[in-house]
């Protein structure tokens, strides 16, 4: 079934895409300097991950316990 039918699906797909932008902004920060076009929504998203680190990993972590028990 696709990510965006699916609720769960959808919310992992987006929590993995915001700490996949974070961790590369991160490592290489002039990929994602440009802040216009198709790379502006990767900078969205790591900009995401990086002003709200805290409620970010609280989702990865209740994303991890939904999977893994339900």
Known sequence: ???LFN???FLT???LGICTCTYVKMQFPT???R????RGFFWKA???GERLS???AVGCFMM???VIFF
Request: proline fraction near 4%; avoid cysteine; glycine fraction near 8%.
């Open 54 to 56: 805290p409620w970010v």
């Open 13 to 15: 797909v987006l929590l």
């Open 31 to 33: 990929m994602l300097a």
């Open 64 to 66: 991890g316990v939904s």
């Open 35 to 38: 802040r216009t076009g198709f």
């Open 1 to 3: 079934m696709s990510a």
């Open 46 to 48: 790591a900009r995401i």
């Open 7 to 9: 609720f769960h699906s």
